[in-house]
């Protein structure tokens, strides 16, 4: 691929002179993890960065404290509205095993690359700090609340095993199952007694039949929170969590009703009493090919590593953000190839070499797709007819 010229070249110009400070931040975020709604040192030092390149920053936004917005826009009226996404949330006990530092970092080069060029060309460009993608999804919230109002177009890189554009998402909806039961000893008096873990086994069984009636792209996964404290005692209560997976919303939401069913099944064997607890619904994610094609053919040019064959992957939040406006995802790759997100190993490796260039691999592809959507409305105008024909 071309090596970055012109316009381009000082894009990469101006990257390269901040990238020693991305390195510090996304090694920062990585030696400080913090749940989802407790990334306080990460929006803190991402909100403290964009201020000082004189961005304007609304913290708090959504009502979520450390959710954020960098506005630059010294010309707004002439062009449109582009929007790079941060995420900086980690896992519980393996700390940043999905590499929101190098998502963080990315989202934070391409606006700290891309800014010096908004002097001279129209429109508006926003890094949007998003918590808790990897619990409650709060990109969600943000678009419910109008934090997305008014943006054209959203990017966002997320580290992988390889590079790709235009990866499928499923669609997910996440739930609890709760039975309330009647607890009594479980040999002097069982006839008293109402299992709720018997329930919840009963329904589990039914999901376990469902999956044999399902298409080949649904994903039942469910696990028993509690179940009881002592072998003779009949539990009166049980819990569990379920993540129902699909390609298509619609066959999603068949699914889940089909779920419950089954857990309705168990309440009427049983007579122990069902509690059903409805969590995030997050969409299969739209892919705009000229888009995808645009942030990729940048991504080459800023010199990505491994770029194999898409995937299906898991689901997230951002393909919300997908339905609502043209945006496109780029998984760079920061590992080597088969090491799995949700590890130690993808944690391991957030900090080597590969995912410092992997930052600017992205950031990269991300400020200069930008400069296209800003400089050529005949590009933006067909990206957003292509996603206004797929979202019909």
């Not at 609340?145 to 390889?162: I, T």
Request: charged fraction near 20%.
């Amino acid at each position: 691929m071309d090596k970055p010229s012109g316009i381009y070249k000082d894009i990469m110009d101006k990257l390269m002179e901040v990238h020693p400070r991305l390195v510090e931040i996304s090694d920062y975020i990585h030696d400080n993890p913090e749940l989802g709604h407790e990334e306080f040192k990460a929006a803190r030092i991402l909100c403290d960065e964009i201020a000082a390149a004189g961005f304007s920053v609304e913290e708090g936004v959504a009502d979520l404290p450390t959710a954020f917005v960098g506005t630059y826009a010294p010309h707004p009226q002439d062009g449109p509205t582009v929007a790079v996404v941060a995420e900086y949330d980690a896992l519980p006990v393996i700390g940043h095993g999905c590499g929101h530092n190098v998502i963080a970092t990315g989202a934070l080069g391409a606006a700290l690359a891309l800014k010096p060029f908004m002097d001279s060309i129209g429109g508006t460009l926003k890094i949007i700090g998003t918590p808790a993608e990897d619990t409650t999804g709060d990109k969600v919230v943000m678009l419910e609340k109008g934090v997305f109002d008014g943006v054209d177009f959203a990017m966002q890189c997320h580290p992988n095993d390889r590079t790709m554009p235009d990866a499928k998402f499923l669609a997910i909806h996440s739930m609890k199952i709760n039975f309330y039961g009647v607890a009594s000893h479980a040999s002097r008096a069982p006839e008293k007694g109402i299992s709720a873990l018997d329930a919840m086994m009963l329904g589990f069984t039914g999901t376990e039949f469902l999956r044999g009636h399902v298409t080949k792209d649904v994903s039942i996964a469910g696990i028993i929170t509690s179940g009881g404290t002592a072998s003779n005692s009949i539990p009166d209560f049980a819990s569990a969590e379920f993540g129902i997976r699909s390609l298509d919303i619609k066959t999603l939401r068949d699914v889940v009703t089909r779920v419950e069913n089954c857990f309705r099944g168990a309440e009427l064997m049983t007579g122990a009493r069902l509690e059903i607890i409805h969590d995030k619904w997050l969409h299969s994610n739209v892919r705009v090919p000229l888009l995808n094609e645009t942030v990729m053919k940048y991504a080459r040019m800023g010199g990505a590593e491994q770029i194999l064959p898409q995937e299906t992957m898991a689901s997230t939040d951002f393909s919300n953000v997908t339905t609502a406006l043209p945006a496109a995802r780029l998984d760079i790759a920061f590992a080597p190839v088969g090491t799995s997100t949700h590890s130690q190993g993808f944690a391991d490796a957030g900090k080597e070499p590969m995912a410092h260039r992997a930052i600017a691999s992205a950031a990269f592809a991300m400020a200069a797709t930008a400069y296209d959507l800003f400089t050529k409305p005949e590009l933006a105008a067909e990206i957003r007819r292509q996603w206004e024909e797929i979202t019909k």
